[in-house]
């Protein structure tokens, strides 16, 4: 099954601005960092142009493409400092495609599951790298959770669609209610998270039933309030799920925001989860007990 | 085939195979195989008895050694347990187990370079993705990355052991960042010692080729641009499990021990941090954990690790051997794939077959583990705690039932293996020789293209008679593994092929504080025990109470004592303690009790320890020595402390004689480079802060003549200086002259200003600048200067009342001025990087709701 043919559609360009901010207490003699900032060209999606910025200049600052293809860039600060910036700034544009939702109706999720062992195609090779546990979401975590949706005979489509109502059911999102460190097992317990805690929540379901499922990082351009001024900085990256489906490609969902992903997406990174491909995440030297962190987003559509 | 004798004839091997026998059949009993009849000749002649005494003996020499084994988990060092009688292999034996070693580690090595390359080997179905990318040995941060040459996979260590038909087979491979070599070599030399005779007649292999190959190995890998490569050994410390494998193997290879605090990676290459400068590394021969090797890439809470190494590893500016990756090797759901992988990447058949092994990701394998759990070794792919083999005939009904059910919620991080029947080898026993099960560990390391084997390895024997498993943690026994030879072997001296370089031992900031602590500790101990006997004596003397000024002088010395080994109460203040027999047998063997002498000893074997490949291999066998004699006082004084004499002199005695054991092998066997003078720093800052506190606390109030004159003796004495005293002085003991020898006396090797005058000389050898560096060199000149200006004439003759008050203000601005000079060395040349912290990043919290 293709999509060839079908009408392109119009393509959007979005100025993207992440810029992140430590503050620290005492001086930092150095500081190693990794971060996957910059927008991965994707079926759908094209990196314009791009710049990390890291301030204090820093003695080293270098790109390349990891495992998952990823950019990844590496830099490294060896003068004292106590405030550390590093800012992205892309241009993309992205023509997505809706997903095709009449063909994911008609496909049973168990013919999903066993179509990735129809053939030794490269794709299906890959997709079935996405079966297994990874650091952050562990095997059988969340297959409770998981079963009801995963009916006998149920369309794939279906399935999808009823994943993301339980989760924004189910859960609540509340900022600050986890970090980085937060396990699944939690995330069920307190039922409330965030967006990474909620796309760890679907790939942890889809893998529980033999489908191979991954973690996407990126950003979704938000809507002001209607008769409101958008604030500067109020977006945020943002992290979703998606699933392999044989013949279709990767379907990608939000189940913080209970929708597919769709043109007002802008994909960054994928890895098996979070711990892939964290925005920024780094080493430092310092005799400081405290330090502040302060990030700010603009998905500005351009044009 | 030899006749067997009493010892060999009561030896009743196990069902399987036996090293030393045969197994009988029909009316042939069983037989000693030929390459075992000098061996067991000498074992019927010493008998178990003289095999008894013969274990004992290697216990002696690897206590001498200090080699350890750390139990994983644990805060205790255990001795390495050894065999006396050693594994023999005949020649012809290994020359085919050799080669098939090589094509084993050659096509590891070809599986390793494709899985971070091109990853044919999935692509093309040879291997399911699940079975790699699926292991936690994958490191997908070490994707493309290569060190220079053909060669991915640089050092290789198999466990193999037989099967019951005597053929051989890999039960595991241990590629992530073997140990072990090290201490096969240390076998070799305790068990050469104790057999002599067995080992200058036996014609074997030696080990030393292998490490001579690896040493040139770590040469070849180095980056093309290097012309003198710098090689370290990264290992994570003295706490390391194999702390003793990593610092001997250090020393075999000549390339120094560093850890993880003292590598940078800077400018996009890495570099070791030495004193007053950097110097660059170009070959990391790896000991750390691959998680814990790049905090930035792989385990962020690692503090044994490099951040940046991984990135500098990826620029090809360092070579990391093994690299990161190599533990995606050490998966056993690999093995079933191995023969049809040998055929299809070198149209080989794979010549050391592996336990077989099935894979529960496969549907058929796991059909196969779960129909036969009962009989099986199940084991989980991944490596680390809580992966240990489960024996399926040792399980119960209900612990077979809920493995089953983890290997189907995750059947791809699980495998099963049909038992190995294991050959057993005559172990020395408590009633002769008994039958062990044995696991050999082969070592191989990238050379010249293929690879080099060492003949022989690790042999590892069951911790009993009945025991199946064979592991350290377990309870193993080593053996030396003699490989026989028709040919002589002969080992040049000189090994042909090295480079002359000459590499400046790199120092590192944490290796030049370990040193001055060892150099403090140790002086820390001799004056503790110096001063303790001098006290013991006039006790001794004096305590009956009969002589009025020996009793008086007895006090002072008793306070003194307490005051300058700084354990309050003791005999100073108004709880001291009444019994000063027991308090003094304190001073001596309680080491948890700062300012005694066991816990200097205590401080002296940890610091030696931190440093061991500094120093001489002879220093454990001092630091040893009296460690045996303090905890033997100890125990003859009985956990009451109580009535026999427990020969407190006589110990100290030994002690002193241990540490003077210590000075000797200090001043005569160590090169002097900045380790060398910062641990003399230590001694000489140390020397300096006793003899003063020791002035302090005894000249500083004027007693009765026939009082101060037994007191000055003590302390005359106890700082090591009465026969110079009495003759240049030839007169009753005087403060003033006492203060010349003991403060002023520049030619006095126990004066405060000889130490200075020592401490400003190794200064002068260190490099060093900077601002704390001046500061030091300040503090040092004005002390120095202080002491030349001394007038001791007047400061012993200034009396108000029956106080020296002016001498005691002088001592006391000295002690002072002595303790800031130590933190201005340690301020100046120890300052630690500041601490290590992750640079937390969430994904920001927003409003996102609203849409």
Redesign the interface.
């Known amino acids: 099954m293709s999509l060839e043919g079908t009408v392109e559609p119009e393509p959007r360009r979005y100025r993207l601005v992440h810029s992140?901010v430590?503050t620290y207490s005492d001086?930092?003699?150095?500081?190693?960092?990794?971060a996957h900032l910059v927008p991965r060209d994707v079926p759908g999606q094209r990196c314009l142009g791009t710049q990390v910025l890291v301030d204090p200049p820093p003695?080293?600052q270098r790109d390349?493409v990891?495992?998952?293809g990823n950019r990844s860039t590496?830099f490294?600060v060896?003068r004292r400092h106590t405030r550390?910036t590093v800012t992205a700034a892309s241009d993309v544009e992205v023509a997505r495609h809706s997903a095709p939702t009449a063909l994911l109706a008609a496909i049973p999720w168990e013919a999903v599951r066993d179509g990735l062992y129809a053939s030794?195609e490269?794709e299906l090779?890959?997709a079935?790298?996405y079966?297994?546990?990874s650091p952050l979401v562990a095997?059988?975590a969340v297959a409770t959770y998981a079963a009801p949706t995963f009916t006998q005979g149920r369309s794939i489509g279906d399935c999808i669609a009823d994943l993301l109502a339980r989760i924004h059911g189910d859960f609540t999102?509340r900022?600050?209610t986890t970090?980085?460190r937060t396990t699944l097992p939690e995330v069920l317990a307190r039922r409330t998270g965030?967006?990474?805690d909620f796309a760890h929540l679907a790939v942890g379901s889809f893998r529980s039933v033999g489908l191979a499922a991954r973690y996407v990082?990126g950003y979704?351009e938000?809507?002001?309030?209607p008769g409101q001024a958008r604030l500067e900085g109020?977006?945020?990256?943002?992290?979703w799920a998606s699933v392999f489906v044989p013949s279709l490609g990767w379907i990608d969902l939000d189940p913080?925001?209970h929708q597919l992903v769709d043109d007002r997406y802008v994909v960054v990174a994928w890895g098996r989860d979070?711990s892939?491909v964290?925005?920024?995440?780094?080493?430092?030297?310092?005799?400081a007990k405290k330090?502040t962190?302060e990030?700010s987003?603009d998905l500005v559509a351009a044009g | 085939m030899g006749a067997r004798r009493p010892t060999v004839q009561s030896y009743v091997p196990g069902d399987g195979w036996d090293e030393m026998v045969t197994a009988g059949a029909g009316l042939v009993g069983p037989e000693v195989r030929p390459h075992w009849s000098a061996l067991s000749d000498v074992a019927d002649l010493l008998g178990p008895d003289g095999l008894r005494r013969r274990r004992d003996e290697v216990g002696r020499m690897l206590e001498d050694d200090g080699v350890t084994y750390r139990v994983l988990g644990s805060d205790v060092e255990q001795s390495w347990a050894l065999d006396p009688v050693p594994l023999l292999v005949e020649g012809a034996e290994w020359a085919a187990l050799e080669p098939a070693l090589i094509q084993r580690t050659e096509l590891l090595d070809e599986l390793l370079t494709d899985l971070y390359g091109a990853r044919e080997v999935l692509r093309r179905g040879l291997i399911p993705p699940e079975v790699v990318l699926g292991h936690d040995g994958f490191i997908r941060a070490w994707d493309q990355i290569r060190v220079p040459g053909p060669r991915q996979l640089f050092l290789a260590a198999c466990d193999v052991a037989r099967d019951s038909g005597g053929v051989w087979h890999a039960l595991a491979d241990r590629t992530q960042a073997p140990s072990g070599a090290g201490y096969a070599m240390e076998n070799r030399r305790v068990v050469s010692r104790v057999l002599p005779g067995l080992y200058r007649d036996a014609q074997i292999h030696r080990l030393g080729p292998f490490f001579h190959a690896m040493r040139l190995a770590l040469q070849e890998v180095a980056p093309t641009t290097s012309e003198a490569p710098r090689v370290v050994l990264l290992a994570p410390g003295a706490q390391s499990e194999t702390a003793f494998d990593q610092a001997f193997l250090s020393s075999l290879l000549g390339y120094p021990v560093v850890q993880g605090s003292d590598l940078v990676v800077r400018e996009g290459r890495l570099w070791a941090r030495s004193i007053g400068r950097m110097e660059p590394v170009d070959v990391v021969l790896r000991r750390v954990d691959a998680s814990f090797s790049d905090p930035l890439e792989l385990r962020a809470d690692s503090q044994l690790g490099v951040p940046g190494l991984v990135e500098a590893a990826r620029l090809g500016t360092v070579s990391v051997v093994n690299g990161l990756g190599t533990g995606a090797l050490e998966n056993p759901a690999l093995l079933p794939y191995l023969p049809a992988l040998s055929k299809a990447l070198r149209g080989e058949d794979l010549l050391l077959p592996s336990v077989q092994t099935w894979w529960c990701g496969d549907l058929l394998g796991r059909a196969h583990v779960l129909a036969r759990l009962h009989e099986l070794v199940v084991k989980p792919t991944a490596r680390g705690v809580g992966t240990q083999s489960r024996f399926g005939w040792l399980l119960s009904a209900s612990e077979r039932e809920e493995l089953a059910r983890r290997i189907e919620a995750e059947p791809h991080a699980w495998v099963g293996q049909e038992p190995l029947a294991l050959s057993t080898v005559p172990t020395v026993g408590d009633d002769g020789l008994e039958p062990r099960s044995l696991v050999l560990r082969s070592f191989a390391v990238a050379h010249a293209g293929s690879y080099q084997v060492m003949a022989g390895g690790l042999a590892r024997v069951a911790a009993d008679r009945d025991s199946i498993t064979v592991a350290n943690q377990a309870g193993a026994l080593a053996k030396d593994v003699w490989v026989t030879t028709t040919t002589t072997v002969v080992e040049p001296w000189v090994q042909e092929g090295l480079p002359h370089e000459r590499v400046t031992a790199a120092v590192s900031p944490r290796v030049a504080q370990d040193m001055f602590w060892l150099g403090r500790y140790a002086e820390r101990a001799e004056d503790a025990a110096r001063a303790v006997r001098a006290v013991q004596d006039r006790w001794n003397d004096f305590h009956s109470g009969a002589e009025p000024a020996g009793t008086a002088a007895l006090a002072v010395l008793l306070e003194a004592l307490t005051r300058v080994t700084a354990t309050w109460p003791g005999f100073a203040g108004d709880d001291r303690v009444a019994e000063a027999r027991s308090e003094l047998l304190s001073l001596v063997v309680d080491e948890s009790r700062p300012g005694t002498v066991a816990h200097a000893v205590r401080r002296l074997t940890e610091s030696a320890t931190a440093v061991r490949d500094q120093l001489s291999p002879d220093t454990w066998l001092v630091l040893n020595s009296m460690d045996r004699a303090l905890h033997a006082l100890s125990r003859r004084a009985g956990p009451t402390r109580g009535t026999v004499d427990p020969d407190l002199v006589g110990t100290l005695s030994r002690v002193l004689e241990g540490l003077l054991a210590l000075s000797g092998l200090i001043a005569e066997s160590m090169v002097r480079d900045p380790g060398w003078r910062f641990l003399d720093c230590g001694r000489r800052l140390e020397r300096a802060q006793h003899v003063t506190a020791l002035l302090a606390t005894t000249v500083t109030t004027r007693r009765d003549p026939t009082v101060d004159s037994l007191v000055l003796e003590s302390v005359l004495i106890s700082a090591e200086s009465i026969i110079t005293y009495r003759r240049r002085y030839n007169a009753r003991a005087g403060v003033d002259t006492v203060l010349d020898l003991l403060l002023v006396d520049r030619d006095n090797p126990r004066s405060v200003l000889h130490q200075l005058d020592r401490l400003a000389d190794d200064l002068r050898q260190v490099p060093g600048d900077g601002v704390r560096r001046e500061a030091l060199d300040g503090e040092l000149r004005e002390c120095i200067a202080r002491l030349l200006e001394a007038d001791t004439g007047a400061l012993a003759n200034q009396v108000a009342g029956d106080e020296r008050e002016d001498l005691r203000d002088f001592l006391s601005d000295l002690g002072r001025q002595l303790r800031s000079l130590s933190t201005a060395v340690e301020l100046a040349h120890f300052s630690a990087r500041a601490p290590q912290r992750q640079l937390d990043s969430v994904v920001a919290p927003s409003d996102l709701e609203a849409l």
């Not at chain 1, 920024?280 to 030297?285: A, D, E, H, P, R």
């Open positions: 992140t430590y001086d930092v003699t150095s500081s190693y960092g990794r003695s080293e390349h990891d495992f998952f590496y490294a060896d550390l030794a490269p090779l890959d079935r790298s079966l297994l546990g095997p059988g999102y900022s600050g970090t980085v965030v967006c990474q990082s979704v938000t809507r002001p309030p109020a977006d945020a990256s943002h992290a913080t925001n979070y892939d964290p925005p920024l995440k780094g080493v430092i030297f310092t005799e330090s962190m990030v987003v």
